[in-house]
């Protein structure tokens, strides 16, 4: 079946701007997870949803970070005034639960000019 | 210092070797312990899970768990040019979210 799925793929964007990423997760599952993963580093906490409501947003670095999942299926991460330190690629993963196998999608990567 | 520690590599074997990768980490309420594959451009793929000490074995993967030393291996034995990729230790507590934190992954080079 699908795996979960991201985009876009590749995102360039200049200091200040908008962007939206969105992530399909599995068909089925509940929780979402969004997180960073800088180069050379590991996967960093952003945001987990449990059907449409955010059950953990500890990770979010500041309120330029925003993400929803109005329809307990699909997410969109958001991030406004984008700076050059956002640029990362950004994880999506889904799972049946949170104690449930998380799987994760290839990621979009983000560069901030 | 980091809850969790690993050694970025790279870590360069030949194929065939029995390939041994570390974590440490600090916080003592750490219960579930994971090792994720990543290969280039893809997310991170579950490999194997274990809660609390003990070993356990999945195929050529063995995960062991020390918690009186708060460390974590993964051996690889008979390694292949495939399992080249970076491997990610992770961990959670019990409760809450059980939200994972990562090692900042070993890169594993297998050449033929």
């Known amino acids: 079946g699908a795996g979960v799925s991201q985009t876009p793929s590749n995102k360039v964007t200049e200091k200040g701007k908008y962007v939206e990423l969105r992530c399909d997760p599995i068909s089925g599952h509940t929780a979402l997870y969004w997180y960073r993963q800088s180069l050379g580093q590991g996967p960093e906490f952003l945001i987990y949803?449990?059907?449409?409501?955010?059950?953990?947003d500890s990770g979010l670095p500041n309120d330029r970070f925003f993400a929803v999942r109005p329809e307990g299926s699909v997410s969109t991460l958001k991030i406004q005034r984008t700076e050059r330190g956002d640029s990362a690629v950004y994880l999506c993963?889904?799972?049946?639960?949170?104690?449930?196998?998380?799987?994760f999608g290839p990621g979009t990567r983000l560069l901030v000019l | 210092q980091k809850e969790v520690e690993q050694d970025p590599g790279p870590l360069s074997v030949p194929e065939g070797a029995i390939v041994s990768l570390n974590c440490t980490y600090s916080?003592?309420?750490?219960?579930?312990f994971m090792w994720y594959r990543q290969y280039s451009r893809k997310g991170p793929e579950l490999l194997m899970y274990?809660?609390?000490?003990g070993n356990k074995e999945d195929g050529r993967f063995t995960a062991q768990v020390d918690k009186s030393s708060k460390y974590i291996s993964l051996f690889i034995r008979d390694s292949q040019p495939s399992d080249s990729a970076t491997y990610l230790c992770?961990?959670?507590?019990?409760?809450?979210?059980?939200?994972?934190?990562f090692g900042r992954g070993t890169s594993l080079i297998v050449h033929p």
């Open positions: 274990t809660y609390s000490s």
């Open positions: 949803f449990q059907g449409t409501g955010a059950a953990d």
């Open positions: 993963a889904s799972s049946f639960g949170p104690q449930e196998t998380q799987y």
């Open positions: 916080n003592s309420a750490f219960q579930y």
């Open positions: 992770a961990m959670t507590t019990t409760g809450g979210s059980y939200i994972p934190t």
